[in-house]
């Protein structure tokens, strides 16, 4: 592929279709200029164009979630862009595997999602990183009619105004003996924890470590030293 076979539209973008180069499953949209393509050809990472930002930005740069370009291809007409890729994670700001998760048609023939033999328990540890991943995803782009972009742009007080506000809600479920209620309420504490991790650069590993250094301890600690 050439660049000067690419036919750019009037913003000087193309579209482009990224898509797992093993599963063949489409993974997301999104638009590159020329800078993008280069950027992508020439290191093999998915690099593409914020039309919100105006400005270039690589996959998973902040998140983790990146992307290994293996092949660029154009189409026949040359207004679109295919990057076959690895994916590392999840390819949707979400925090799903792919920005198509959106049933609108089901093929009749495959398990229905609605069905419960199909279903699982979701798992704590992986639900906590889709949403830590999440929280970058959205510091990373400030996507407008967010409450990670309103609280981040209000600043870190305002976030930090939330841990004690959840914290006094769980105890409140709790004395309530209600399970679902103190369910929620721990979720929104961990939500603003973890927001607070983003904001100040502290990572779901690295709290894994710390977790992990307490494991099989009393969890008692020693008299501190004096002088």
């Not at 949707?92 to 398990?111: A, I, K, M, Q, Y």
């Amino acid at each position: 592929m050439y660049l000067n076979d690419v036919k750019f539209d009037a913003r000087g973008l193309v579209p482009v279709i990224a898509q797992d180069a093993r599963t063949l499953e489409t993974l997301m949209l999104a638009w590159a200029n020329r800078e993008a393509l280069e950027h992508t050809l020439q290191t093999r990472q998915g690099a593409y164009f914020s039309r919100s930002r105006n400005q270039l930005w690589v996959k998973g740069q902040s998140s983790g979630h990146l992307q290994k370009v293996l092949e660029v291809r154009l189409d026949c007409d040359g207004d679109a862009v295919l990057y076959l890729l690895e994916q590392e994670g999840a390819a949707c700001h979400t925090g799903e595997r792919t920005c198509f998760h959106n049933v609108l048609l089901e093929d009749d023939s495959r398990p229905q999602t609605s069905d419960l033999r199909f279903q699982k328990e979701p798992e704590l540890g992986d639900t906590l990183e889709r949403v830590y991943d999440t929280i970058l995803e959205r510091l990373e782009h400030l996507p407008e009619n967010s409450y990670v972009t309103k609280m981040h742009t209000a600043g870190l007080d305002r976030i930090l105004k939330k841990i004690p506000e959840e914290a006094g809600e769980v105890l409140l479920a709790a004395k309530n003996g209600d399970k679902a209620e103190l369910a929620l309420e721990v979720a929104d504490l961990f939500f603003h924890s973890l927001f607070v991790m983003a904001e100040l650069g502290v990572t779901t590993a690295d709290l894994a470590l710390e977790l992990q250094k307490r494991e099989g301890k009393s969890g008692l600690r020693g008299p501190k030293s004096v002088g």
